[in-house]
Nanobody
Framework: QVQLVESGGGLVQPGQSLRLSCAASGFSLSFYSVGWFRQAPGKEREWVSCGSNYVDDVKGRFSGSRDNAKNTAYLQMNSLQPEDTGVYYC??????????????WGQGTQVTVSS
């Protein structure tokens, strides 16, 4: 059974950092690019990243990494701001000719940035 499970979300103050984890099972994550979506309260889901591609809002603050031996990907989020609040979803993804596409999805983890 293909599964992505996120963890690492929580409540932090503005300016602090969090690292999200995305553990895969049922397939090898090494064959896929990993990305992240987020959904703020009352808003639609939006892309955060796919592989080494990042949306402008998070460039320079967020960075992805992976540990293929653990079949896990990570999203390091620094200098978090209240507008980064939302549910973060791990996805497998592709970017082809500027088109971003998500395939497998995790269940999401809540990130709240508040003082």
């Amino acid at each position: 059974q293909v599964q992505l499970v996120e963890s690492g979300g929580g409540l932090v103050q503005p300016g602090q950092s969090l690292r999200l984890s995305c553990a895969a099972s049922g397939f090898s994550l090494s064959f896929y690019s990993v990305g992240w979506f987020r959904q703020a309260p009352g808003k639609e889901r939006e892309w955060v990243s796919c592989g080494s591609n990042y949306v402008d809002d998070v460039k320079g603050r967020f960075s992805g990494s992976r540990d293929n031996a653990k079949n896990t990907a990570y999203l390091q989020m620094n200098s978090l701001q209240p507008e980064d609040t939302g549910v973060y979803y791990c996805v497998t993804c592709t970017v082809i000719s500027g088109v971003w596409t998500a395939d497998y999805w995790g269940q999401g983890t809540q990130v709240t940035v508040s003082s």
